[in-house]
């Protein structure tokens, strides 16, 4: 069983940067690949980006590419999305995911485990 609590999320104005933060319970977290999803009102929930369990691959959406960046500290249990040069669109809660996988899947019913979501809010 993998507890996953974000962090991170909060308003920012556009071209601004936060720092999501997902802190992993368990023994087992570096066999798991991590992704970040998100959210907006009255949409699906969409990929963001994911990173293999050894943080040797990373994939983003299209959407962010140059702008997020995904990375992990499997000594921490920690996982994190940088994002700079935030805009509107950019405007969700963000859900930390995990799969015990070999694989890095970008699409959510792959993930198994999911974090209570944090909020971020681009103003213009």
């Known amino acids: 069983q993998v507890q996953l609590i974000e962090s991170g999320g909060g308003l920012v104005q556009t071209g601004g940067s936060l720092r999501l933060s997902c802190a992993a319970s368990?023994?087992?977290?570096?066999?798991?690949?991590m992704g970040w999803f998100r959210q907006a009102p009255g949409k699906e929930r969409e990929f963001v980006a994911a990173?293999?369990?050894?943080?040797?691959?990373?994939y983003y959406a299209d959407s962010v590419k140059g702008r997020f960046t995904i990375s992990r500290d499997n000594a921490k249990n920690t996982v994190y999305l940088q994002m700079n040069s935030l805009k509107p669109e950019d405007t969700a809660v963000y859900y930390c995911?995990?799969?015990?996988?070999?694989?890095?899947?970008?699409?959510?019913?792959?993930?198994?485990?999911w974090g209570q979501g944090t909020q971020v809010t681009v103003s213009s």
């Open positions: 368990g023994r087992t977290f570096s066999s798991h690949a």
């Open positions: 990173i293999a369990w050894s943080g040797s691959r990373t």
């Open positions: 995911a995990a799969v015990r996988s070999g694989t890095t899947p970008r699409v959510a019913r792959e993930y198994n485990y």
